[in-house]
T-cell receptor, first 114, second 114 residues
């Protein structure tokens, strides 16, 4: 069965510091991969997505993610975080054969230290 | 272009009651998916509707049912509410069946079962 693991439940970084949120997936083939962000009491906003091609994907708000097939990982990065980046981040996968069903990880809560 | 609109935003129901949640898709979108997000968890796929037909279902009992209307708006119905049904219910729309373009999510309906 497909699954997504986000090993870090909560991360705190200082404003201006770099950020990396980890995501590992389990699936027999390369799935579609997504990162979403959720602010408190809000819905999910798509940050970026990977389907094929260049393994380094650029997203909105200065985020990027790198797909590493050998490690089954799709880590999210940002070179310099801002206080407004504090939120919950979800990695998600959709099986190639059925992109209609998105499977989410349990999320990583990001706090920003002033 | 309007986004995805969900109503109501908050709802309190008693165990055993029935509830209907509503979702208006983003303009031009004909596919609607529903997700349940329990506190501190990632969203879990309930089901998807494409052109008024159910198109995939997650691991939820039959008391979770849905409808999609000709204008592509949608309803999620839950019968015989249980305390564990307390969650944020998210609706997401997309431009096609299985298209891997990500989904536009609404802000959700917070359901509390007491």
């Amino acid at each position: 069965a497909q699954s997504v693991t986000q090993p870090d439940i909560h991360i705190t970084v200082s404003e201006g510091a770099s950020l990396e949120l980890r995501c590992n997936y389990s699936y027999g083939a390369t799935p579609y991969l997504f990162w979403y962000v959720q602010s408190p009491g809000q819905g999910l906003q798509l940050l970026l997505k990977y389907f094929s091609g260049d393994t380094l994907v650029q997203g909105i708000k200065g985020f990027e993610a790198e797909f590493k097939r050998s490690q089954s990982s799709f880590n999210l990065r940002k070179p310099s975080v801002h206080w407004s980046d504090a939120a919950e981040y979800f990695c998600a996968v959709a099986p190639y054969s059925s992109a209609s069903k998105i499977i989410f990880g349990s999320g990583t809560r990001l706090s920003i230290r002033p | 272009e309007t986004g995805v609109t969900q109503s109501p935003t908050h709802l309190i129901k008693t165990r055993g009651q029935q509830v209907t949640l509503r979702c208006s898709s983003q303009s031009g979108h004909n596919t609607v998916s529903w997700y349940q997000q329990a506190l501190g968890q990632g969203p879990q796929f309930i089901f998807q509707y494409y052109r008024e037909e159910e198109n995939g279902r997650g691991n939820f009992p039959p008391r979770f049912s849905g409808l999609q209307f000709p204008n592509y708006s949608s309803e999620l119905n839950v019968n015989a509410l249980e305390l564990d049904d307390s969650a944020l219910y998210l609706c997401a729309s997309s431009a096609g069946q299985g298209e891997p373009y990500g989904y536009t999510f609404g802000s959700g309906t917070r359901l509390t079962v007491v």
